[in-house]
């Protein structure tokens, strides 16, 4: 299937579980600025809200929503344990883990830092309320190896992703231990060390000199 | 099963799916200036998170996170005429639909507003951010009367309920004709107006408390 990925962004986590999955995607690395794929045409096309991930469908309709588009590759493989059976309270703990992580952290977290409009004044505000989320996240994970339990999910595929962004903006992990080790424990897994692999060599191949 | 709500919030969406399914709870209005439940708890015991809405299940436990709770109630009634989209073949645009209206619209787009620590100056930027998304739905919207399908869904009501702020921030929505006209079509239903209602009634109700 073919996965519209961006480098440094959130579709991250999709490539992370893909791997754990073993469902093989076809990576087309997309120009986020400018909006065109690499063959030059207009990626509104695939996404009309111009954003990344995406993911081409069997019957070639694309799904956006990287918390859903993980939920879906999961159900593909519903033995491999990443996701619980829908109608399970596992479940709902996941989507709810993931509905946070989207919203909270990212469109109301990282994001403003990650523009270039945000005026200098709203910069702080923003910083803060990413530490709070740390904070929470730091509480939580005091109990447990993974956000949901026991055992790695997609929920914690998608959180590896975006509180690793506190690495691009200097926003430092030490405060916060139970985090700082689970994101260790991550980032150790095979198929995260694969995908910031592929990150990588994307990044270096377009010539970005930014933290990856 | 006991609903933790408030007068402002896109908890509204939770409210107008019970009342859909014919699911009866039991409304427990939360203050949410103080971040106290009624007898004096303090919200955090029930969601650190610090925010509405939770919905308590049968064994006790708390689940937040509006996407995650529209999902538990419509899994309650398989055979609803809500569960045949949320449960059916389109499941997944549904879920795509209410990541966005979370993730870019709500916690991404109006949260700014609603917090009296923002700048001035990052008041037209969240407004643009707004814009361009119900311009994203206007344009969707264009040639459907839902979200998703032939038929209201969860998703819907996720979308009313945010959509609504543009009453509450005096964004003028007639530059978006379709939207208008399914806000006004889906304000027209027996739940949404009901759970309109109850908040109505308890907005005035926390109003004659301030000022006594």
Same mark, same amino acid.
């Given at each position: 299937?073919?996965?519209? %990925?961006?480098?440094?962004?959130?579709?991250?986590?999709?490539?992370?579980?893909?791997?754990?999955?073993?469902?093989?995607?076809?990576?087309?690395?997309?120009?986020?600025?400018?909006?065109?794929?690499?063959?030059?045409? @207009?990626?509104?096309?695939?996404?009309?809200?111009?954003?990344?991930?995406?993911?081409?469908?069997?019957?070639?309709?694309?799904?956006?929503?990287?918390?859903?588009?993980?939920?879906?590759?999961?159900?593909?493989?519903?033995?491999?344990?990443?996701?619980?059976?829908?109608?399970?309270?596992? $479940?709902?703990?996941?989507?709810?883990?993931?509905?946070?992580?989207?919203? @909270?952290? %990212?469109?109301?977290?990282?994001?403003?830092?990650?523009?270039?409009?945000?005026?200098?004044?709203?910069?702080?505000?923003?910083?803060?309320?990413?530490?709070?989320?740390?904070?929470?996240?730091?509480?939580?994970?005091? @109990?447990? @190896?993974?956000?949901?339990?026991?055992?790695?999910?997609?929920?914690?595929?998608?959180?590896?992703?975006?509180?690793?962004?506190?690495?691009?903006?200097?926003?430092?992990?030490?405060?916060?231990?139970?985090?700082?080790?689970?994101?260790?424990?991550?980032?150790?897994?095979?198929?995260?060390?694969?995908?910031?692999?592929?990150?990588?060599?994307?990044?270096? $191949?377009?010539?970005?000199?930014?933290?990856? | 099963?006991?609903?933790?709500?408030?007068?402002?919030?896109?908890?509204?969406?939770? /409210?107008?799916?019970?009342?859909? !399914?014919?699911?009866?709870?039991?409304?427990?209005?939360?203050?949410?200036?103080?971040?106290?439940?009624?007898?004096?708890?303090?919200?955090?015991?029930?969601?650190?998170?610090?925010?509405?809405?939770?919905?308590?299940?049968? /064994?006790?436990?708390?689940?937040?996170?509006?996407?995650?709770?529209?999902?538990?109630?419509?899994?309650?009634?398989?055979?609803? /005429?809500?569960?045949?989209?949320?449960?059916?073949? *389109?499941?997944?645009?549904? !879920?795509?639909?209410?990541?966005?209206?979370?993730? *870019? !619209?709500?916690?991404?787009?109006?949260?700014?507003?609603?917090?009296?620590?923002?700048?001035?100056?990052?008041?037209?930027?969240?407004?643009?951010?707004?814009?361009?998304? !119900?311009?994203?739905?206007?344009?969707?919207?264009? *040639?459907?009367?839902?979200?998703?399908?032939?038929?209201?869904?969860?998703?819907?009501?996720?979308?009313?309920?945010?959509?609504?702020?543009?009453?509450?921030?005096?964004?003028?929505?007639?530059?978006?004709?379709?939207?208008?006209?399914?806000?006004?079509?889906?304000?027209?239903?027996?739940?949404?107006?009901?759970?309109?209602?109850?908040?109505?009634?308890?907005?005035?109700?926390?109003?004659?408390?301030?000022?006594?």
């Amino acid at each position: 299937m073919k996965f519209f %990925h961006e480098v440094r962004g959130c579709s991250l986590a999709v490539d992370i579980v893909a791997r754990e999955l073993g469902v093989p995607l076809e990576l087309i690395w997309v120009d986020v600025p400018r909006k065109l794929l690499p063959d030059g045409s @207009d990626y509104y096309k695939v996404n009309p809200k111009g954003q990344v991930p995406a993911l081409e469908l069997p019957n070639g309709e694309y799904l956006t929503e990287g918390a859903i588009i993980m939920q879906y590759l999961a159900d593909m493989r519903p033995d491999s344990g990443l996701c619980a059976a829908p109608g399970s309270l596992q $479940r709902y703990r996941i989507l709810e883990w993931m509905s946070f992580i989207a919203s @909270d952290l %990212h469109k109301g977290g990282f994001m403003p830092l990650f523009k270039k409009t945000t005026p200098d004044d709203y910069r702080p505000l923003a910083r803060q309320l990413v530490v709070s989320r740390m904070k929470l996240l730091d509480e939580q994970l005091a @109990d447990r @190896d993974y956000l949901t339990g026991p055992v790695f999910t997609i929920a914690d595929a998608h959180c590896y992703a975006i509180a690793m962004w506190t690495h691009y903006h200097d926003i430092d992990l030490a405060p916060w231990p139970n985090l700082s080790a689970y994101l260790d424990r991550i980032g150790k897994r095979p198929s995260v060390q694969a995908a910031k692999a592929a990150e990588r060599e994307e990044a270096k $191949r377009q010539g970005y000199e930014g933290k990856v | 099963m006991k609903f933790f709500h408030e007068s402002h919030g896109c908890s509204l969406a939770v /409210d107008i799916v019970a009342r859909e !399914l014919g699911i009866p709870l039991e409304i427990v209005w939360v203050d949410m200036q103080r971040k106290v439940l009624p007898d004096g708890t303090d919200l955090h015991a029930i969601n650190p998170k610090g925010q509405v809405p939770s919905l308590q299940l049968a /064994d006790g436990q708390f689940l937040s996170e509006g996407l995650a709770i529209m999902q538990y109630l419509v899994d309650q009634c398989p055979d609803s /005429d809500l569960a045949s989209t949320a449960r059916g073949a *389109d499941k997944y645009r549904v !879920l795509e639909w209410m990541s966005f209206i979370g993730s *870019d !619209l709500h916690k991404g787009g109006f949260m700014p507003l609603f917090k009296k620590t923002t700048p001035p100056d990052y008041r037209p930027i969240a407004l643009q951010h707004i814009a361009g998304r !119900l311009e994203w739905l206007d344009r969707h919207l264009a *040639d459907r009367d839902y979200l998703v399908g032939d038929r209201f869904t969860i998703a819907d009501a996720h979308c009313y309920a945010i959509v609504i702020w543009t009453k509450r921030h005096a964004i003028d929505v007639t530059p978006w004709p379709r939207l208008e006209a399914y806000m006004a079509s889906v304000a027209a239903r027996p739940s949404v107006r009901a759970a309109v209602e109850a908040q109505l009634v308890q907005e005035a109700l926390e109003a004659k408390a301030r000022a006594a």
